[in-house]
């Protein structure tokens, strides 16, 4: 299990693929006190969900699970904080096949 709980950009994400060192980026502007991202794709081998990342470079990157904890989710509902989210990811989701969040105040 790849793990990384991190509130500031001093984590380990050398070791990351492409895709989980950008998500881990991009969210990082929502100041989140709490940030764990888990890369499951291992769980998914052989899946269609595996996809190329830009460039035509593959990474094996496709399913993730996020934990996210942010000041700024205060007075959003669930769906709101999610689609906060995918807004900050942008175009990185074509690249996720699948990604679990859990995000709370």
Known sequence: EDSDSSSSSS????????IAREILEKLAKLQPHKLELIDESHKHAGHA???EFKGGKASGESH??????????????????????????????????????????
């Open 64 to 105: 993730f699970k996020l934990i996210i904890e942010a000041a700024c989710f205060e007075t959003l509902p669930r769906v709101k904080r999610h689609q906060l989210i995918y807004t900050l990811l942008g175009d990185l989701m074509s690249s996720i096949h699948a990604l679990e969040i859990a995000a709370s105040p």
């Open 49 to 51: 969900g595996l996809k």
């Open 11 to 18: 984590s380990s994400s050398s070791s990351r693929g492409p």
